[in-house]
């Protein structure tokens, strides 16, 4: 008697199977994409540029300071990041003429005429320690602040926030409301 042989299975239409599998894959899969922050460096110097360095007055610069702890300060001061913005806000603004915060200097600003402008800097340092999703609500906040000083000098200037006006107009905004934010490299604090 003659052995058996057992059919094989047909592999021509297993190859059409897995392909048109591996398309409806890549179509319908999502792919994460990392988020960072959007920020314009200053352009490098020419080489044949002398390096100053600037001299600020104390009661200009607010230090924000995140720890390893994901605990904040500002101007020294534990708080919560929600009240962050409103800190800043105060600081940059000046309302009563507070000689513990920073000056105000009269600039002449081509289409806008002579304004007030801040000198406050907000000087920002973390931790090595400090989580990213804490550094990135702290950096969120100070934005934030920004934005909305904008937004108020926007509105009571030209009745549009700043976001609905021209490129011309929004610089004039930005000289009048300067964004001020220097980051001091991290410190590593149980590092000894």
């Not at 720890?67 to 603004?93: C, H, R, W, Y």
């Not at 289409?111 to 990135?136: E, P, W």
């Not at 920004?146 to 930005?174: C, H, P, W």
């Amino acid at each position: 008697m003659a052995a058996k042989k057992t059919p094989e299975i047909n592999g021509g239409s297993m190859a059409d199977i897995s392909f048109l599998m591996l398309i409806f894959f890549l179509m319908v899969t999502t792919m994460d994409h990392e988020e960072g922050l959007s920020r314009r460096l200053p352009p490098l110097p020419a080489e044949d540029q002398k390096v100053e360095d600037t001299k600020v007055n104390r009661r200009n610069i607010i230090e924000v300071k995140i720890n390893s702890n994901d605990k904040l300060f500002a101007g020294n001061q534990p708080m919560d990041v929600s009240q962050l913005k409103d800190k800043i806000k105060e600081f940059l603004t000046n309302p009563t003429n507070d000689p513990t915060l920073p000056e105000k200097a009269d600039q002449e600003i081509e289409g806008y005429g002579t304004a007030s402008v801040s000198k406050g800097v907000i000087s920002l340092q973390n931790d090595r320690g400090t989580s990213y999703s804490k550094y990135i609500e702290v950096q969120n906040e100070l934005i934030k602040a920004v934005n909305e000083l904008r937004d108020d000098f926007s509105m009571q200037t030209y009745g549009k926030k700043y976001a609905k006006l021209d490129e011309e107009t929004q610089e004039i905004v930005k000289k009048v409301i300067p964004q001020n934010i220097s980051e001091a490299e991290p410190k590593d604090v149980k590092k000894k």
